[in-house]
């Protein structure tokens, strides 16, 4: 790996763990970033950002430990696996570009819909259903989170989100909170969960990657492990920069990020 220079290595890796920490998405700039900055094959910036993203999601596995009251999707981490390992095994098959081309569009709609959701409104009053266990808002609209813990219907469908989500970050070399974050939030799950959420599928999707890219041929592990421990103090910054931001702003954030992301796809693609 050719060295882009430390001060700028440190720069974009508190960068990424920043956006990662406050808004649960940012680790799709890594990559990039180590292709065109550091030189590496586009193989070997998704070998090296999947294992920084065990830094990163162990940070985030730390913080929700100590978040009073944080609930954690255990079916829908836990389905992430095999949907990952199936996302790596299409990847031999599925066009790269029409992967990429597929995602950006998928992300394109979810950040437009989040810029929406983030235009003032006039206040309405929220339904009282005795099934939602909490409700919150994201720009002046109601969003009602997940069902009450052990429904089998929201298990289910958690199931599915996740094995999508691991599908999905496999075949694109994403961590998975770029598919997660959006999609939990559009699903009615409130902001804070779905940011917490979206940083914790970065595990085990991180290390089901790595554990592949390992098999198939050399990984440079230091430069990985390096850039993984650049990403904690960035995520643990963003923890506390996050809850400070109003949800309309956060809204906002999120979905310019993912407009952004879907066009570096579309341009990644049509290289």
Known sequence: MSSPGLLPTIAVALLVGTLIGAIGVGGVLLAPWLVHAAGLPVQQAAAVAMLAFVGSGLAALAAARRTRGARVDRVLLAATVPGAIAGAAALAVVPERAALVVLAAALGWAGLRLLADAR?????????TPDARAATRVGGSAHIAVAPRGHAGARVGGAA????????????????????????????????DAVRLGQLVQLPIALTATAGH?????VDVAAGATIGALLVPGVLLGHRLGPALPRRTLARLLGAVLLASAALFVARAFR
């Open 120 to 128: 003032p409104r006039e206040p309405s009053v929220e339904p009282a």
């Open 161 to 192: 989100v996740g094995a999508i989500t691991g599908f999905a970050s496999a075949l694109t070399a994403t961590g998975g909170p770029m598919v997660l974050t959006p999609l939990a939030v559009l699903r009615g799950m409130p902001m804070p």
């Open 214 to 218: 390992l098999a198939a041929g050399p």
